[in-house]
């Protein structure tokens, strides 16, 4: 469908004449306003219709009962109409040809009959010739027939002069031509014609025509003309047609009813099925559907219900599983922990006491010990993902300064920038951004984002942003360093993933804080996103709900920076 | 933080007796090398049904307990100690989650140490605690219609004594001493905990609803301890 908005180039309507240019600005407006009237009533049509269509395409597409219903409907309607139309012609026929037999028959016997009477006539006057007709006529008439009601004409034609009789006057004026033809050339002839009644109303008539042979070798000729008039026929077929069409309609009615209602009989359970299914997934495991009898359905309904058992059993089995993977947490973190305090605790105490050792003694005691730094981080890494992994992590919200948090992070990973000769750079609102998280989980985030930045910054700034908006508080943490392909971007938070792994691991990271940093986010109902360009850095963005539980719909700051390119020279320190 | 000085004394006078209640000998035998160290007399119960006992016959002047033990469980020997005494309780807990430390915290415990932790953290946990009711000039404090008496370590609303944890006084007399400033929760944990950088809010969350519980007159509605939303605490008009 095209549609054709642009304006057709102005016709002149009416006369316009040229001397008053107000007229055709007035007119031009008033066309304007008139065409875009047409335009929206025609828009509002369009949408009319496509919204009633639309309505019907879905009903179609979500309903098989429609479905079943309207193909039977179809199907049957189309079946009655073609029996109907055979039955109806077939009765049709027959009665007409039965009419038309005992028709001729009559017609037969008259034109005997009509012999006998008008042998001789030719001799007689004009008045005896037309006493004999009428009398032949009123003989035909009265001897009557077994094919019902009928009208007579006689024509008698010597030469030029024709004279009629007939029991109906009008009867011959409505002769067709082709029947008289016929008859004029000695055969018998029938023929189906409207011939008009006393009430001159057009009947459907069966007309009958034959000469009568004559004795006499004259150029005289008698034809004879039957009319019986097909009313009754007529009546009959008419009852007949409104029988067939009352039949056809209920039984089409009759099928379509029966179409829906075995539908019905195996939709309702199929719906049942259906609707147990959709509470299963909701949760509800104990959702059954109720079985009857021992057809299709109810073995639709039994093998659902086992479905249903095994989906159950499963699930159970799956929490006890998860039930055991949090106990199994937990004793680990017990197990693991206190022999490694013990270890950790006599590391510490062989390093302080170093100075007493020989040189290669004492290297080991630092070594041991920053080792087991490494590996509590790690062990620490681990227990908190198992957590996650366990459904075990909760939050623990409160309202947080978030711009005291950032600084304080800031303030706390200072040392490690300056080793990195990098400076951290905070940028926050003047007010005060007060928000519902758990403090611990949201510092925890920040740490990795900062020390990731200055580990992959390559000793240009880092910038920490703040920002807020009436329902959403980010962070983002910036850095200028190597960057990030859109194929490191994915995988940045996958656990144990290096950029490169060939790379030299300075702030020797476990390999799980970015995960962690994830679930973290996710925890808040928060979003924690990459973006990165090869050589420009990347851009890591902390997005949290205002309010514990609140929705996310946007972020207070673009995830990809404006300024792809490195600040000259850094502004605010922290 | 609290500077751990690097030549302790080994023979010299005890700096105070410390109860190590812990199932694990290694872990215990090496708490008590670091204690020994930093001047402490330890003593050590692993079973947690002789703990009470212990403790009795003891009189210690801190408790370092393990939340997980055989026998009796952590939580209930810090309960049964709180019902006779005010002494000061370090629990060590291998779970850093919040309903175990909360817990901890609510059945009486002061403060707590992660494991694994360092020997310098410990120190500075069990210094920081023990330091507590050193300081005393005649000083008099009030918030609201509550009297503070800080060398007599005593709290009175209309002359009725409130018993409190030399922490919980602590908490209050740090408070009271500065009416019109907020505290924030990092603040509260360095003056009062001793804690500088390690920043566990829950420590403060939990003594501050445990000193409510006992100085307001409906703690739903505080009027002594009042939270300022998004910053922390400060004390109710005097």
């Known amino acids: 469908m095209t549609r054709t908005t ?23 407006r008033v066309r304007r306003g008139l065409r875009r009237r047409a335009v929206r009533a025609r828009r509002r049509a369009r949408t009319l219709t496509r919204r009633v269509v639309g309505k019907a395409l ?27 139309l055979v039955l109806f012609s077939q009765i049709r026929d027959q009665l007409l040809r039965v009419k038309r037999d005992a028709a001729i028959d009559q017609a037969q016997q008259g034109v005997l009959y009509a012999q006998t009477q008008v042998a001789g006539i030719a001799t007689g006057d004009a008045a005896s010739v037309r006493s004999a007709l009428d009398r032949t006529v009123r003989g035909l008439v009265n001897r009557g027939g077994a094919a019902g009601d009928f009208e007579v004409v006689m024509v008698y ?47 459907p008539t069966l007309l009958i025509g034959a000469p009568v042979p004559s004795d006499a070798a004259g150029s005289e000729e008698i034809e004879l003309y039957y009319a019986f008039p097909l009313d009754q026929e007529e009546e009959s077929l008419s009852l007949i047609r409104s029988t067939v069409i009352i039949s056809g309609v209920a039984l089409t009615l009759f099928v379509v009813g029966i179409g829906v209602l075995v539908t019905r009989l195996v939709v309702d359970p199929v719906r049942r099925a259906a609707g147990t299914a959709q509470r299963l997934a909701e949760g509800q495991l104990e959702q059954r559907m109720t079985v009857r009898g021992e057809d299709d359905l109810a073995r639709l309904a039994t093998s659902f219900n086992a479905m249903a058992d095994s989906l159950q059993r499963q699930i159970t089995q799956l929490e006890g599983l998860s039930q055991l993977q949090q106990r199994f947490t937990s004793d680990v973190s017990h197990e693991l ?94 007010e005060d951004v007060i928000a519902e998280v758990d403090a611990r ?28 908006n009436r329902t959403a ?31 030299v691991r300075t702030v020797g990271g476990s390999g799980l804080g970015l995960s962690i940093s994830l679930e973290d986010a996710r925890l808040h109902g928060g979003w924690l996103q990459v973006w990165g360009h090869p050589g420009a850095g990347a851009q890591f963005r902390l997005t949290v709900p205002l309010t514990a539980g609140g929705e996310l719909t946007s972020s207070p700051l673009p995830l990809r920076p404006a300024t792809v390119r490195r600040p000259e020279r850094p502004g605010a320190q922290p | 933080m609290v500077v751990v000085p690097p030549t302790a004394p080994q023979n010299g006078p005890s700096r105070g007796r410390v109860l190590v209640v812990d199932d694990d000998a290694a872990l215990a035998e090496m708490l008590g090398i670091v204690l020994r160290r930093e001047g402490y007399e330890p003593a050590f119960v692993s079973d947690g049904n002789r703990a009470v006992g212990v403790f009795q016959q003891t009189r210690p002047d801190l408790v370092l307990l393990d939340l997980m033990l055989p026998g009796r469980n952590g939580l209930q020997i810090c309960q049964d100690i709180r019902t006779q005494s005010t002494v000061p309780i370090v629990m060590l807990t291998a779970k850093g ?37 050193e300081t005393g000039q005649a000083e008099n404090l009030s918030i609201g219609d509550v009297q503070i008496d800080v060398p007599a370590h005593q709290v009175t609303r209309d002359g009725v004594p409130i018993a409190l944890t030399p922490l919980e006084f602590d908490l209050l007399v740090a408070l009271a001493r500065k009416p019109r400033q907020v505290f924030t929760r990092e603040l509260l944990l360095e003056q009062v905990w001793g804690y500088r950088h390690a920043a566990d809010t829950r420590l403060v969350n939990v003594h501050v609803q445990r000193l409510r519980a006992k100085i307001e007159q409906d703690p739903e509605k505080p009027e002594v301890v009042l939270t300022v939303r998004g910053v922390g605490y400060k004390a109710g008009p005097p």
């Not at chain 1, 304006?7 to 055709?24: C, N, S, W, Y």
């Not at chain 1, 018998?188 to 057009?202: F, G, H, I, T």
């Open chain 1, 157 to 203: 034609r010597t030469g030029e002069v024709e004279r009629t009789a007939d029991s109906q006057e009008y009867v011959f004026d409505a002769l067709p031509g082709d029947l008289r033809g016929e008859v004029d050339s000695g055969g018998q002839a029938s023929k189906y014609a409207l011939v008009p009644d006393e009430n001159r109303q057009p009947q």
């Open chain 1, 337 to 430: 922990r206190t022999p490694l305090t013990t270890v950790q605790m006599a590391a510490d105490v062989l390093h302080e006491a170093r100075g007493d050792f020989p040189p290669q003694v004492a290297r080991s005691a630092e070594l041991l010990r920053a080792e087991l730094d490494r590996f509590e981080n790690l062990l620490t890494d681990l227990l908190e993902i198992s957590r996650y992994d366990a459904g075990a992590a909760m939050l623990d919200s409160e309202a947080v300064d978030l711009g005291a948090l950032v600084a304080r992070v800031a303030a706390g990973m200072w040392a490690l920038a300056e080793r990195h000769q990098s400076e951290i750079v905070v940028i926050r609102p003047d």
């Open chain 1, 6 to 28: 642009a304006p057709d180039t102005p016709t002149p309507v009416g006369p316009e004449p040229p001397a008053q240019p107000r007229l055709p600005a007035e007119l031009t």
């Open chain 2, 97 to 133: 989650d919040t309903i175990d430390v909360v817990q901890g915290l609510e059945a009486g415990a002061d403060d707590y140490v992660t494991k694994p932790f360092k020997p310098v953290e410990l120190v500075a946990r069990v210094r920081a605690q023990l330091r507590r009711g």
């Open chain 1, 473 to 503: 508080a980010a962070v983002t943490v910036r850095d200028f360093g190597v960057g990030l392909t859109s194929v490191d971007a994915q995988h940045v938070f996958d656990r144990f993933w290096r950029a490169d792994p060939s790379r």
């Open chain 1, 58 to 84: 879905r009903t179609w597409r979500s309903s098989l009962q429609v479905r079943i219903g309207a193909i039977t409907m179809v199907v049957a309607g189309t079946v009655v109409v073609i029996v109907s």
């Open chain 1, 441 to 468: 989980r949201v510092e925890r985030i920040l740490r990795n984002l900062v020390g990731n930045a200055i580990e992959h910054g390559a000793g240009k700034p880092i910038e920490i942003t703040l920002a807020a």
